[in-house]
C-alpha cells in the first residue's frame, strides 16, 4: 500500500523560507515523475512543481524561480524547498506521483503539510 507522509510545514511571515519533506513508502519512486500539489482554501488542489525520474524539474509559473523540488531515490524521498514566500502560497502541500489530470486520479493522498504565510 502506497504511503506518502509530508512534512515541513509551517507559519512563517512574507519572504520566509521553508523545506518540505515526502517520506514514500510502499512505492519504488525512482521509476515515477514525482510532484508537490498544493490546495488552498475554497480552491482545487494544483500542481506546483514536477521533477522526472533523472531530476528534470518544472514549475507552475507563480513559484518559479522561489521553489525547488528535488529528490533521493535511495531514501525514496521528495523535497522541496520555498523561498521568499508569499501569502498566496498559503496552502496545504502534498507529494505525489506526477499526474497530469488531477480529475482522473483515483490514487491516495497523504494528510499533507499546511504552509500559512502571514503579510
Known amino acids: 500500500q502506497v504511503q506518502l507522509a509530508e512534512s515541513g510545514g509551517d507559519l512563517v511571515q512574507t519572504g520566509g523560507s521553508l523545506r518540505l519533506s515526502c517520506a514514500a513508502s510502499g512505492i519504488i519512486i525512482r521509476i515515477f515523475d514525482m510532484a508537490w500539489y498544493r490546495q488552498a482554501p475554497g480552491k482545487q488542489r494544483e500542481l506546483v512543481a514536477r521533477?522526472?525520474?533523472?531530476?528534470?524539474?518544472d514549475y507552475a509559473d507563480s513559484v518559479q524561480g522561489r521553489f525547488t523540488i528535488s529528490r533521493d531515490n535511495g531514501k525514496n524521498m521528495v523535497y522541496l524547498q520555498m523561498n521568499s514566500l508569499k501569502p498566496e502560497d498559503t496552502a496545504v502541500y502534498y507529494c505525489n506521483i506526477f499526474v497530469r489530470d488531477l480529475d482522473l486520479f483515483r490514487g491516495s493522498w497523504g494528510q499533507g503539510t499546511q504552509v500559512t504565510v502571514s503579510s
Open positions: 521533477i522526472g525520474s533523472r531530476g528534470s524539474a
